[in-house]
């Protein structure tokens, strides 16, 4: 009995911090949330037992859904053996290539889905922004406070990199919280789902070296209680700094916290320049 009662707690055990959404009324009302036409390639990442991997099938034309859990992912190629459109495969999120899957099904683009264990959300959304031009949309529960920082405007004490790096490639917008009972078990904190458009990375910024802009944020945001003048003073002179700040009308004292994406690309294009 001791080891039957083990073998179950066992597989009600989530992998990796994953919560499982189970409330159906949450799975359909994410499901109609999404911008899906019928025809798209969805990428589903980090699927779980497969509570959204149907409803997704039902709206696309093929769902991909890679599981880094080799017990999950041999669970739901049994289940999903008769859809025709599922495909499971078995794979580490922070490594697959949306680029790569497009190729391979021929289309320009795709749909992102997940469901995400939240240890992973911000060293996913580093990864997943890399391969912008392949994505048309993406949607993913997060944990409330990293939705709230991707979402965040300047001078809000949740804007940082993350930040500037998602509203750099996209246009992300938090629909609502899902409660924790909507998942099993149920997560100590709170969950946001957001959307994500990709209008195309930089195209509103003027920038052309985007790796050396990204370089760029990051020492902006290398120590958050520092101003950009000191920040920056490691591999800036510091000299330069001040003087464009007082050209631009910016308080020498001013922290990256308190700059948009706009004023960013200025800095950066005007100190490249002198």
Not at 195 to 215: H, R, V
Not at 252 to 262: K, N, T, V
Request: charged share 25%.
């Amino acid at each position: 009995m001791r080891g039957n009662l083990t073998a179950m707690r066992e597989k009600r055990r989530p992998k990796l911090g994953q919560h499982f959404l189970s409330s159906p009324g949450y799975q359909r009302k994410i499901i109609e949330a999404l911008p899906l036409q019928g025809d798209e390639l969805v990428v589903e990442v980090g699927p779980g037992t497969g509570a959204m991997t149907g409803g997704l099938a039902e709206r696309a034309r093929r769902v991909v859904a890679v599981e880094v859990d080799r017990r999950l992912a041999d669970d739901l190629e049994e289940r999903f053996r008769d859809r025709k459109n599922v495909e499971i495969r078995h794979g580490d999120i922070l490594e697959f290539d949306p680029g790569g899957l497009c190729r391979e099904f021929r289309v320009t683009k795709c749909f992102v889905f997940g469901n995400l264990p939240f240890h992973i959300s911000s060293p996913f959304l580093q990864h997943i922004f890399g391969f912008a031009p392949y994505l048309s949309g993406m949607g993913l529960l997060l944990q409330y406070e990293v939705a709230g920082r991707i979402v965040a405007a300047p001078g809000r004490r949740a804007y940082g990199f993350l930040s500037v790096l998602a509203q750099y490639y996209s246009r992300p917008k938090l629909l609502w919280k899902v409660p924790p009972e909507a998942f099993a078990p149920p997560p100590q904190v709170q969950t946001g789902f957001v959307q994500f458009e990709f209008p195309g990375a930089g195209k509103d910024y003027g920038i052309e070296a985007e790796e050396a802009f990204l370089d760029f944020l990051r020492a902006c945001f290398r120590e958050k209680r520092k101003t950009l003048v000191n920040n920056l003073a490691k591999t800036l002179p510091r000299r330069n700094v001040t003087d464009l700040l007082a050209e631009l009308g910016m308080d020498s004292r001013i922290r990256a916290e308190q700059i948009g994406l706009q004023g960013f690309s200025v800095i950066y294009r005007r100190l490249k320049s002198r």
